[in-house]
């Protein structure tokens, strides 16, 4: 994206025909790209501001480092041993368990708790040491200053034993808090790691503090724990013993009832529970067995008994039905009256009465074990009514019983367990153990901590740079002034014709012109020449070539250009005139005979004819000039006049070149009527000083009608230097190209240094 210059960055309200008039972006060869090159560039031009910032910024930061008491820290580690029974474990485990993280947490507050900084403080006696001791505030100034006229308020009563031990606290209390600001106390990452962290503004001081904050937590750990176990041990102790006689006289009462009450065993209702159960299932099984003889009697109840059973029964039914089956084969070969039809009929009657008598002997014997079965019922049946009535009885007087076991029980748990923890503790003895060990003590530091120089000046370069581009870069936006062809021809939409060099050594200030003739082969001569076959294509076809040459504003050296053309084109063999307009700023002229030349004003005041005011002298200048000898009553009514495009038609005809040299555009308009007499206008415009704004009006004042647009005095080096993208970006770098003639002979026969010879 093409932007404009940050050179020519508007910052003020322009009226709606200058922005209506404004050129916009292009690309191509007026167009800009804003990119790295232009980056450079742009801190190419502001090099020294950014080199002040940086070196102002680094000097402040170095004497603030010199004027800072240096601050020395020292840092102790140490570890919060984890409750994981498994050490490998916890050291592979990712995250703790959520007990070892209540537990360094824990630790942390005590670290940093009032109470263990207390300690310290009292250990090192700190209460004596300047750094934190409360330091006497010295009156002001004005209290030093009033104090000699006021009187001194009256001195204090001796105070009594309840306010100074309140000064003294109160003197603790302020140590210590001084002493919590000088320690810092975090953990390391997620670990079970703490640091304590020991400021002072001395390094051994602030080793002794953080290895006394790890010892005395550690101290007050071990001591601690002692104490809780010699109060457990004798709490223990005396518990033990009472427990024992309670649990003496609560056996003693277990014993008692059990004698009054006729308990044999420990628990009655057991046994009677175990008695009765045993019973109950004899009475279940009797029941059954006599429901089985009384069903098996049944089956014998029958008319010939077919349901009954046995073994005697089943051979001699198997015989029946063998006699049955011969008799029917019999009685279909033989007949009803054959002799073994009636034998077969004999054995089967025969086998008919045993098993009927067969079959009244199993039924009897049947109902006889049935009767003894429903006797053994009913006897065990009252058993278990009579046992069942006993343990009710028993049951009734079990309760009490079974709160004097529960008593004893319960004390005797206890007993056993309080005497176990008493023979552990007083086995240990003296192995006192606490869960932080120190992993790293706190050394004496080498270096301050605070401040770092070299982090505090390198953060200071870095605070710096960024500083120092943002005021180049509102340096830049802040710049409006003229600096390069390319913000000419973008801006004012004319191009730029030359660049002319500023003169170091001018001949005399009112004649640089000079320069032409005396250094031909200067920058400044080539630039003026360059100038003048810049505006040849201006010129007309017949007469002279008239070039109205002015300014924005004043001061830009318009009069030197002036000069300076109507020299270069009389250097080439023109016949020039230099025609001074500019009536309302008087710049005597000094010439060969200014008796035998008269003032301008004369002639447009048509009191004179033009030969009495060319002024024409060779010794002076190589061009004529026409110019004013006093100062103008009336210059914008002599501009105005008609005699002034009879002036210039006059020059047309009698000179090769006419250059007029018109008053500054803003002041004035004279510039405007002089630029419709001539052919071309010529916009001057100062390096480094005129504003584009001011340009911008100037352009737009003469209409556009504008040939070009000439940077005067411009520092060729410092144009170099910015990195602009203008011809003379390069003309810098070739500075001997405009040499003088004997300045390259000197240069040749000057002896030079060559490699070899330097070596040897």
Do not use: C
């Not at 060099?501 to 080539?526: G, H, I, K, T, W």
């Not at 309302?584 to 002229?589: G, L, Q, T």
């Amino acid at each position: 994206m093409n932007v404009p210059s940050r050179d020519l960055v508007e910052r003020e309200p322009w009226p709606r025909q200058l922005l209506a008039a404004e050129p916009a972006p292009q690309a191509g060869p007026q167009g800009k790209q804003f990119g790295f090159t232009e980056l450079v560039r742009m801190l190419r031009r502001r090099k020294l501001l950014i080199i002040l910032t940086i070196g102002g910024v680094l000097a402040a930061t170095f004497v603030m480092l010199k004027m800072m008491e240096p601050i020395y820290s020292s840092t102790a580690v140490v570890m919060v041993e984890s409750e994981t029974p498994d050490a490998a474990a916890a050291v592979k485990a990712v995250t703790l368990a959520p007990n070892d993280e209540l537990r360094i947490a824990t630790k942390m507050e005590l670290l940093q708790s009032r109470a263990l900084a207390r300690k310290v403080a009292d250990k090192l006696g700190l209460e004596r040491d300047p750094e934190f001791a409360t330091k006497p505030r010295a009156p002001g100034p004005v209290a030093r200053i009033l104090g000699q006229f006021i009187s001194s308020e009256p001195q204090a009563g001796p105070q009594t034993p309840a306010q100074k031990e309140a000064a003294e606290v109160a003197e603790i209390e302020a140590v210590t808090g001084r002493l919590i600001n000088h320690v810092t106390v975090e953990r390391v990452a997620k670990s079970n790691l703490i640091r304590v962290v020991a400021s002072s503004n001395d390094p051994d001081k602030a080793a002794l503090i953080a290895n006394s904050y790890v010892d005395t937590h550690i101290a007050s750990q071990l001591a601690g724990e002692r104490e809780g176990r010699e109060k457990e041990l004798a709490q223990l102790t005396g518990r033990v013993a009472a427990l024992r006689e309670d649990l003496r006289y609560a056996d003693s009462a277990v014993a008692r009832y059990r004698e009054a009450n006729g308990f044999i065993t420990a628990r009655p209702d057991g046994l009677n529970q175990a008695q009765m159960a045993q019973l109950s299932g004899a009475l279940a099984q009797a029941r059954a067995q006599r429901a089985q003889s009384g069903s098996r009697a049944g089956l014998y109840s029958g008319s010939r008994g077919d349901s009954a059973t046995s073994a005697l029964l089943n051979d001699l039914r198997g015989q029946q039905a063998t006699l049955d089956k011969r008799l029917a084969e019999l009685s279909v070969l033989y007949g009803p009256n054959h002799p073994d039809v009636r034998n077969a009929k004999a054995q089967v009657t025969a086998i008919d009465a045993r098993i009927s008598e067969e079959i009244r002997r199993v039924g009897t014997g049947l109902l006889n074990e049935a009767s003894a079965s429903q006797a053994e019922e009913g006897q065990l049946a009252r058993d278990v009514r009579a046992l069942k009535a006993q343990s009710f009885q028993e049951i009734a007087a079990t309760p009490a019983l079974l709160d004097l076991e529960r008593d004893a029980e319960t004390g005797q748990t206890l007993y056993v367990s309080l005497l176990s923890r008493l023979k552990d503790i007083s086995g240990k003895g003296d192995d006192s153990h606490v869960d932080t060990s120190i992993v790293s003590r706190a050394p004496v530091p080498v270096e301050p901590s605070h401040p770092a120089p070299k982090q505090t000046l390198a953060a200071a370069f870095v605070g710096s740079l960024a500083l120092a581009f943002i005021l180049a870069i509102i340096a830049e936006t802040r710049d409006n002034r003229m600096r390069t062809a390319e913000q000419v021809e973008r801006w004012l939409s004319v191009p730029a014709l030359s660049l002319v060099p500023e003169v170091r050594n001018p001949p005399e200030s009112d004649r640089l012109y000079d320069v032409l003739s005396l250094q031909p082969r200067s920058a400044f001569s080539e630039a003026v020449r360059t100038l003048l076959v810049e505006l040849q294509p201006e010129a007309p076809v017949t007469g002279g070539h008239v070039v109205m040459v002015t300014s924005p504003l004043g001061g830009e050296g318009k009069r030197t250009i002036a000069t300076s053309l109507a020299a270069a084109a009389a250097g080439a063999g023109r016949n020039a005139v230099m025609v001074d307009l500019d009536l309302r700023k008087f710049d005597k002229v000094h010439h060969a005979d200014p008796a035998g030349v008269e003032d301008i004003q004369a002639y447009l005041m048509a009191r004179v004819e033009l030969d009495q005011v060319i002024a024409f002298d060779e010794a002076f200048a190589p061009f004529a000039i026409i110019t004013a000898l006093g100062p103008a009553r009336d210059p914008g009514s002599l501009i105005a006049s008609p005699r002034l495009a009879l002036l210039i038609a006059q020059l047309r005809e009698r000179f090769d070149f006419v250059v007029l040299n018109a008053p500054p555009v803003l002041p004035v308009r004279d510039a405007k009527i002089i630029a419709k007499l001539a052919d071309s206008t010529l916009l001057i415009l100062r390096w480094g000083a005129t504003s584009f704004q001011a340009a911008r009006i100037a352009v737009t004042i003469l209409e556009g009608k504008v040939a070009g647009a000439v940077l005067n005095r411009v520092d060729y080096r410092r144009h170099k230097n910015h990195g602009n993208a203008d011809p003379i970006h390069h003309m810098a770098r070739l500075d001997h190209y405009y040499r003088e003639a004997h300045e390259i002979e000197e240069a040749e026969h000057r002896p030079r240094l060559r490699l070899g010879s330097w070596k040897q």
